[in-house]
């Protein structure tokens, strides 16, 4: 029963390389999201998908690319890595968008450092 | 102004005080209240979640949403060791339906 998984779990990279985080699910949810964690910020949702081939901006989408092709794996891509992106990455997926009846559960983040 | 506000802390207690979390808000369409729990090095995890104003009490915690004030509230009685972590407030609009809004967090840590 692995819930949802991401990797890798931490990864070094330089600007101007593209990286791509993996985000995995077992439950077969509907709904996975990605967001990211920084001090002062909190958590910032960057993409959420509503079902396979179905993705949709959140609040700071820009330098990064999103796809889904299987329910259960949702890929999120940095096609040219920036500074401003070294950051926690957490995936998080839902049955569905109604945050009353059906919780967001949270992979355990992928640490990735821009040098 | 950020819509949703929260005081990072850290907040440094002794076991067995009564702690109290906050965050105020900005927009009046959020209806849905959620406190998510986030270990060191770890994912958040929902701990509690209120719809409107009103309390709800699970254990040692409670839930407390003002929406005259824009403002809500976890209270944590008797604190552990184990409460020790970042509390995050997240909200969401009033059709329920819609993507979370959190605040940064509030650390806490409570001392044996």
């Known amino acids: 029963d692995a819930g949802i998984t991401q990797s890798p779990r931490y990864k070094i990279t330089e600007t101007g390389r593209q990286v791509t985080l993996m985000c995995h699910q077992t439950?077969?949810?509907?709904?996975m999201f990605w967001y990211r964690q920084d001090l002062g910020h909190g958590l910032r949702l960057i993409y959420y998908?509503?079902?396979?081939?179905?993705?949709d901006k959140g609040e700071v989408p820009d330098g990064y690319v999103v796809s889904r092709s299987k329910t259960e794996n949702f890929p999120l891509t940095l096609e040219s890595a920036t500074r401003s992106q070294t950051s926690v990455y957490f995936c998080?997926?839902?049955?569905?968008?109604?945050?009353?009846?059906?919780?967001?559960?949270f992979g355990p983040g992928t640490r990735l450092t821009v040098l | 102004q950020k819509e949703v506000e929260q005081d990072p802390g850290p907040l440094s207690v002794p076991e067995g005080a009564i702690v109290s979390l906050n965050c105020t808000y900005s927009?009046?369409?959020?209806?849905?209240f959620m406190w998510y729990r986030q270990y060191s090095r770890k994912g958040p995890e929902l701990l509690m979640y209120?719809?409107?104003?009103g309390n709800k009490e699970d254990g040692r915690f409670t839930a407390q949403v003002d929406k005259s004030s824009k403002y809500i509230s976890l209270f944590i009685r008797d604190s552990q060791p184990s409460d020790s972590a970042t509390y995050l407030c997240?909200?969401?609009?009033?059709?329920?339906?819609?993507?979370?809004?959190f605040g940064k967090g509030t650390m806490l840590l409570v001392s044996p």
């Open positions: 998080a997926s839902s049955e569905s968008l109604d945050s009353v009846t059906d919780t967001q559960y």
């Open positions: 439950w077969s949810h509907s709904y």
């Open positions: 998908s509503a079902a396979a081939d179905i993705t």
């Open positions: 927009n009046s369409a959020f209806q849905y």
């Open positions: 209120t719809y409107s104003s």
């Open positions: 997240a909200m969401s609009l009033n059709s329920g339906y819609s993507t979370l809004t």
